[in-house]
């Protein structure tokens, strides 16, 4: 329940910011920046104390699907406070934050927040694979939002028509170049973190334990993605038409795409990714004697109805 309520809290915040980016689209008032920027920043404050909250009481590492999520929204909101305070006149908040209450969408409905025992195997590189694809997904997200814009941008230029009202957008040569380095970050920072998770996987097996197989949903999907932006990448750098904005922008529409997903086949899919649930034992079965919870009595259970008995 907690955990709910502090998600609201900066959550909340953030969506009072975006309905203010959006009434940029209407009318302009200086108040109305340092409103943001405060509130943005408190927002932050709130975000950060609630992960390092989670983190003092054990439950906000990379080993859980949620804390995931939630660090991946905090550095999407830094890089929005980078972007408001040094282009305080482009309307990135328009763009940017959908994604970021999309990911915290993510993280409180239906992302998983127990740790499993194949990531608690190896903290170092458990580290590595989480922080690898955290980076991996910030940066598609960016190349995204740089994408919508550019589009935007490059129809209103075609057509001569001026862009949505109140709306200023960075010129078409900066999107590009924005569409690009994000490409080629996310393609290293995902690669990292998949060969991270290759020697966790093989660390884990080491040890006695189940590993991850390489067709689980989760995984096969992020190595998708990391094909397709390997392949993106290689035409992006070798084949220069393919270094246009709308070239540009198209590669990292589809990289959103595979990563989006990448994120509904870890949280919809049956992935061993996700915690083991404890197995409901089916009508009329008695549990054996090493199945039985080391803090119920004999006398509880008897109480209960449900003996506890070995079965012949």
């Not at 998983?112 to 580290?127: K, L, M, N």
């Not at 999907?221 to 709308?246: D, E, K």
């Not at 079965?285 to 008897?302: C, F, N, Q, Y």
Request: aromatic share 12%; net charge positive; with cysteine.
């Amino acid at each position: 329940m907690l955990s709910g309520v502090g998600i609201v809290c900066f959550a909340s915040t953030y969506v009072i910011v975006l309905l203010l980016e959006i009434t940029r689209l209407w009318f302009r008032s200086g108040l109305r920046g340092y409103s943001i920027l405060c509130l943005t920043f408190v927002g932050f404050i709130l975000h950060t104390a609630y992960l390092f909250h989670r983190s003092s009481v054990g439950t906000a590492e990379f080993s859980t699907e949620q804390s995931w999520y939630l660090l991946a929204a905090w550095v999407l909101v830094v890089a929005y406070l980078y972007l408001a305070c040094f282009h305080p006149k482009q309307n990135f908040g328009v763009f940017l934050l959908p994604l970021l209450l999309g990911l915290i969408i993510f993280a409180w409905v239906g992302a998983d927040d127990q740790a499993s025992e194949v990531r608690a195997a190896s903290r170092i590189w458990g580290a590595v694979h989480g922080i690898g694809l955290l980076l991996g997904a910030v940066s598609i997200f960016l190349g995204f939002m740089s994408a919508l814009m550019y589009f935007h941008q490059s129809w209103a230029l075609k057509h001569k028509r001026p862009t949505v009202r109140g709306m200023r957008l960075p010129s078409l040569e900066w999107l590009q170049r924005c569409g690009i380095q994000m490409l080629l970050v996310s393609t290293i920072t995902i690669g990292i973190g998949l060969f991270a998770g290759t020697l966790l996987n093989q660390a884990t097996r080491s040890a006695g334990r189940v590993g991850i197989p390489w067709y689980d949903p989760a995984v096969l999907s992020v190595q998708l993605l990391f094909v397709w932006l390997m392949v993106a990448s290689i035409v992006a750098l070798l084949y220069r038409p393919a270094r246009r904005g709308h070239m540009v922008a198209w590669l990292s529409v589809i990289a959103f795409l595979f990563l989006l997903g990448a994120l509904v086949a870890g949280i919809a899919g049956a992935s061993a990714h996700r915690s083991p649930r404890e197995p409901t034992p089916a009508p009329g079965i008695v549990p054996s004697a090493k199945e039985r919870p080391a803090d119920v009595s004999e006398t509880t259970a008897i109480e209960n109805g449900r003996a506890w008995r070995h079965p012949s």
